[in-house]
C-alpha cells in the first residue's frame, strides 16, 4: 500500500468509527496532534480515537498530495455531533501527515485561517483555538 493509500485507509476507518482499524494503520509511536492536544502513544491515541468514534468524527476532502520535508498534506472537512450541536455545522483543517513503512508516525491537523476567524467570531473574538498545548504521553 503507498503512502496516500495508507492515509485513505486510515480516513475510511476513522469515518466508519473503526478504531482497531484505525490503530493497525499507525507506527507504535506514532503522534496525532490536533491543534487542541497532542497523543502520543497507544493508550491515548486509542482513548481519542474512541472518543471521536462516540462523536461521529468524519473528514472529508481528497487525498493527500505530497508536500514539502516528506510530509503529505491535505484540507479536510471535519464533521461531529459536538459541531452539530453547537450549530458550527463543519470546520475546515489542514493536514499534514508523515507515513513511512506502511504506517501512519505522524498526523498533525490545524484549523484553517478561515475556520479559526469563525471560530473567534461564535466565542466572542476570544483567543485559543489552534494553539500548542504541551503533549500528552502514556506514563
Known amino acids: 500500500m503507498d503512502d496516500v493509500a495508507t492515509v485513505e485507509a486510515f480516513r475510511a476507518a476513522q469515518n466508519a468509527g473503526d478504531?482497531?482499524?484505525?490503530?493497525?494503520?499507525?507506527?507504535p509511536d506514532a503522534l496525532?496532534?490536533?491543534g487542541t492536544g497532542r497523543f502520543e502513544g497507544a493508550r491515548r491515541i486509542s482513548t481519542l480515537l474512541r472518543l471521536l468514534a462516540r462523536i461521529h468524527y468524519t473528514t472529508t476532502g481528497d487525498p493527500p498530495r505530497p508536500g514539502e520535508d516528506g510530509l503529505l498534506t491535505a484540507l479536510w472537512t471535519v464533521r461531529h455531533d459536538d459541531l452539530r450541536r453547537n450549530g458550527l455545522g463543519e470546520l475546515?483543517?489542514?493536514?499534514?501527515?508523515r507515513v513511512a513503512g506502511g504506517v501512519i508516525h505522524l498526523l498533525?491537523?490545524?484549523?484553517?485561517?478561515?475556520?479559526?476567524e469563525?471560530?473567534?467570531?461564535?466565542n466572542g473574538g476570544g483567543e485559543g483555538y489552534g494553539e500548542d498545548e504541551p503533549p500528552g504521553r502514556d506514563p
Open 118 to 122: 469563525r471560530l473567534r467570531a461564535r
Open 19 to 27: 478504531v482497531d482499524g484505525c490503530l493497525r494503520l499507525l507506527a
Open 92 to 97: 475546515e483543517v489542514s493536514a499534514e501527515i
Open 32 to 34: 496525532l496532534d490536533i
Open 108 to 116: 498533525r491537523t490545524r484549523a484553517t485561517p478561515e475556520t479559526l
